[in-house]
């Protein structure tokens, strides 16, 4: 049973930092793409950013610049770095995993078959 749970949110002013983990379990996580995604109120979940079993990482339009992927496979842990954060940077943040290893993951949502519960990010005028 896979399992992911993301630690690291709160309450930021504008043009801080923040950074998130994502913990799983009931897996070798270094095999598998590891994404994140946000979802602010009343708007479709959006593509973060993504950290690759080979190494190659990518994110999305909004956060490009400001946004740092990383992994420590021998933690089992993969963090998101946020800087420069705005106030449209609020939502809650969900890191997510494909079902089959050695896969390439994007920005596509239906790529991702585990899901943790979300971390909230409020990030203040």
Same mark, same amino acid.
């Given at each position: /049973?896979?399992?992911? @749970? %993301? ?5 930021? /002013? $504008? ?7 994502? $913990?799983?379990?009931? &897996? ?6 590891v994404? !994140? ?7 479709? &979940? %959006?593509?973060? $950013? @993504?950290?690759?079993?080979s ?7 909004? @956060?490009?610049?400001?946004?740092? *992927? ?7 842990? +993969? ?8 106030? %449209?940077?609020?939502?809650? #943040? #969900?890191? $997510? ?5 050695? /896969? +390439?993951?994007?920005?596509? *949502?239906?790529?991702?078959? #585990? !899901?943790?519960?979300?971390?909230q @990010?409020?990030?203040?005028?």
């Amino acid at each position: /049973q896979v399992q992911l @749970v %993301e630690s690291g949110g709160g309450l930021v /002013q $504008a043009g801080g930092s923040l950074r998130l983990s994502c $913990a799983a379990s009931g &897996r070798t996580f270094s095999n598998y793409a590891v994404a !994140w995604f946000r979802q602010a109120p009343g708007k479709e &979940r %959006e593509f973060v $950013a @993504v950290s690759n079993y080979s190494g190659s990482k990518r994110f999305g339009d909004s @956060v490009k610049g400001r946004f740092t *992927i990383s992994r420590d496979n021998a933690k089992n842990t +993969i963090y998101l770095e946020m800087n420069s954060l705005k106030t %449209e940077d609020t939502a809650v #943040y #969900y890191c $997510a995993t494909t079902s089959w290893p050695y /896969q +390439i993951g994007g920005a596509n *949502i239906g790529q991702y078959d #585990y !899901w943790g519960q979300g971390t909230q @990010v409020t990030v203040s005028s």
